[in-house]
């Protein structure tokens, strides 16, 4: 077995990360102290609980034209998840927004996603946080790939998951601890569908695997489930706004409201969506291999979609 030199281990790395030099921008460490832009150098310590544990939380946000969008909402749930686990932000507010911005200026004329890992620490391998050194931010900064076009003129298909919609208070924290999310990415996959969509024991309608979901009746009422077993997407809360605006003669929309939500509403939905930050909102036109309304992108999204455009741009 060879015992590997620092300069051997570096070449490794770089050829073994080739695939990122034109995708990873930079990445931003407080382990390091400073800012990397060699994909092989954005490295995390094994021992970091996030890595052995999934103690960590995180967050995704893009930019657009140099302007982070929606960068307020994204920090506020920072703050609640890692409330929720005890862990100290390594930095305030207002100093990840300028570290975010001087990361941008690394790639002018670039919009960019973010992503932000806020992680218990390194310090050991057990389950013990309190043998964790110190909390680390960890903020990567990558090319944001624009959805496929298609996909919204034509819309997607998604089915019910296997897998479980994870109980509070852990579906209500966006922790690094994603096995459920990967598995239902997987299973999608294994599956030959776009998407999956997961439900509680109960049968209450839960989310994608990255993704919030919504549906129009027929009566025009636009719904989403509760939060109670959903994560609190920051692009579907926006949705809905956008959506009450509507509310009116000639919109199709006369109610937008968060209930329990079930596999008959949505067989029974006149149109359903997708929210997410990578996706703005998407139409879902195939459920569980069934046409959803006409079988085509409806007319509540193409109003939602055009005025998110008008804030986020191009998805």
């Known amino acids: 077995m060879d015992v590997l030199s620092t300069d051997k281990v570096l070449e490794v790395l770089r050829l073994k990360t080739a695939y990122a030099n034109d995708k990873y921008l930079a ?7 400073g800012v ?10 094994v021992d970091d609980h996030m890595v052995h544990r999934g103690d960590g939380v995180f967050e995704a946000f893009r930019s657009r034209q140099g302007t982070l969008l929606e960068m ?19 930095h305030g507010r207002e100093e990840i ?26 310090g050991g391998f057990t389950t013990n946080p309190y043998e964790c050194v110190a909390s680390q931010l960890y903020i990567v900064m990558t090319l944001f790939k624009p959805y496929p076009a298609e996909k919204y003129a034509e819309g997607v298909s998604a089915v019910t998951s296997h897998v479980l919609a994870k109980p509070a208070p852990f579906s209500q924290i966006k922790s690094c601890n994603y096995l ?16 999956t969509v997961c439900f509680t024991e109960d049968g209450f309608l ?47 929309v006369s109610r937008v409201d968060l209930e329990k939500l079930r596999h008959e509403d949505l067989a029974r939905a006149k149109e359903v969506m997708l929210a997410g930050t990578t996706i703005g909102v998407l139409p879902v036109t195939r459920w569980e291999s069934k046409t959803v309304g006409s079988g085509r992108p409806g007319p509540v999204f193409q109003l939602l979609h055009t005025e998110l455009k008008k ?3 191009d998805f």
């Open 97 to 122: 927004f300028r570290i975010c911005v001087e990361m941008m200026n690394l790639a002018p004329g670039q919009d960019v996603l973010f992503r932000l890992y806020v992680s218990r620490g390194p």
């Open 72 to 90: 307020d909402a994204h920090l506020d749930r920072l703050e609640r998840s890692a409330g929720s686990l005890g862990i100290h932000l390594p």
């Open 27 to 33: 990445m931003y460490s407080t382990w390091f102290g």
């Open 180 to 195: 459920p999310n990967v598995m239902m990415k997987k299973e999608s996959v294994d599956r030959g569908v776009d998407f």
């Open 311 to 313: 804030l986020y741009g």
């Open 36 to 45: 990397v832009t060699e994909p092989a150098l954005m490295t995390v310590p």
């Open 206 to 252: 839960g989310e994608g695997s990255t993704e919030n979901i919504l549906i129009v009746t027929d009566m025009g009422e636009v719904l989403a489930p509760l939060f109670d077993y959903t994560l609190q997407g920051t692009t579907l809360l926006r949705v809905l706004e956008l959506a009450r605006n509507l509310i009116g003669p000639g919109t199709g």
